[in-house]
């Protein structure tokens, strides 16, 4: 995952969609620095669950303490996702913003997302996918 190409940009930007405690974030940050990527890394992690990203922020730091080949910018979002498709749509705009990212991730929390909407729409249909996502 972590190519040539990637580092060739000066900067990198990641939107974790239901980062949770920051286990597949953190994951990629180490895979990052491993490989000694020496760039700016932007983060956005969003996430329904505040104690989650409060965890998150101290793991987070911690791993940043140790020392990255990189520097960190790391921004919380916490929003909850609304099963309804227009709402969740403007929210995942809200979050996304203006920029295109190199890595989307939203590990083990479409699968959670979708069990929601199967239980309060008739389809059960998994709204993310009528988004065009930006990806480089
Ligand atoms: C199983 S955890 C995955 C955490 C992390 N991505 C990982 O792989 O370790 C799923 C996360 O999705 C979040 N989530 C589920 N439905 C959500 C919604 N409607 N809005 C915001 N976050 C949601 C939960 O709060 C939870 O932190």
């Known amino acids: 995952m972590v190519t040539d190409s990637m580092h060739a940009k000066p900067v990198l930007r990641i939107l974790d969609i239901g980062s949770g405690t920051g286990g597949n974030l953190c994951g990629l940050l180490l895979t990052l620095d491993s490989t000694g990527y020496t760039g700016r890394v932007e983060v956005i992690s969003v996430d329904g669950n505040a104690i989650a990203l409060d965890l998150q922020g101290?793991?987070?730091?911690?791993?940043?303490?140790?020392?990255?080949?990189?520097?960190?910018a790391y921004k919380q979002i916490h929003t909850v996702f609304d099963s309804n498709q227009a709402l969740f749509?403007?929210?995942?705009?809200a979050v996304m913003g203006e920029g295109d990212f190199d890595v989307i991730m939203a590990w083990k929390t479409i699968c959670e997302y979708y069990k929601h909407?199967?239980?309060?729409?008739?389809?059960?249909?998994?709204?993310?996918f009528s988004i065009p996502l930006p990806i480089v």
């Open 58 to 72: 101290h793991i987070i730091q911690a791993v940043k303490n140790q020392g990255l080949s990189f520097s960190l």
């Open 89 to 93: 749509c403007k929210q995942l705009r």
């Open 117 to 128: 909407v199967k239980g309060v729409t008739k389809a059960g249909s998994i709204p993310v």
